[in-house]
């Protein structure tokens, strides 16, 4: 079991900058990829960014450029670096992590990211 706590959502103005941190407890160990997913209104959940065992990250199309994930093994913990925010990146953010040798994903609570002016 892995457990997922999220935070640094929040509202920022077209243009600005959050970071969203996720920490992980219990069997982490174990984890092999994490990375974050995003729901906008009305809209299926995307992949925005992953970061394998090896620290070799992923990212969507629309983020490139934009955000950085990052992982801190030893504080257990995936980052999102956010910038230069779009109206479009207004969605609910979830982290995950993935554990293949039980074919098990874990999900945090998610996090709510508004960019607006």
């Known amino acids: 079991q892995v457990q997922l706590v999220e935070s640094g959502g929040g509202l920022v103005q077209p243009g600005g900058s959050l970071r969203l941190s996720c920490a992980a407890s219990g069997s982490i160990f174990s984890i092999n990829a994490m990375g974050w997913y995003r729901r906008a209104p009305g809209k299926q959940r995307d992949l925005v960014a992953d970061i394998s065992s090896a620290d070799n990250p992923d990212y969507a199309d629309s983020v490139k450029d934009r955000f950085t994930i990052s992982r801190d093994k030893a504080k257990n913990t995936v980052y999102l670096q956010m910038n230069s925010l779009k109206p479009e990146d207004t969605a609910v953010y979830y982290c995950?992590?993935?554990?293949?040798?039980?074919?098990?994903?874990?999900w945090g609570q998610g996090t709510q990211v508004t960019v607006s002016s």
């Open positions: 995950y992590a993935r554990i293949e040798s039980v074919k098990a994903t874990y």
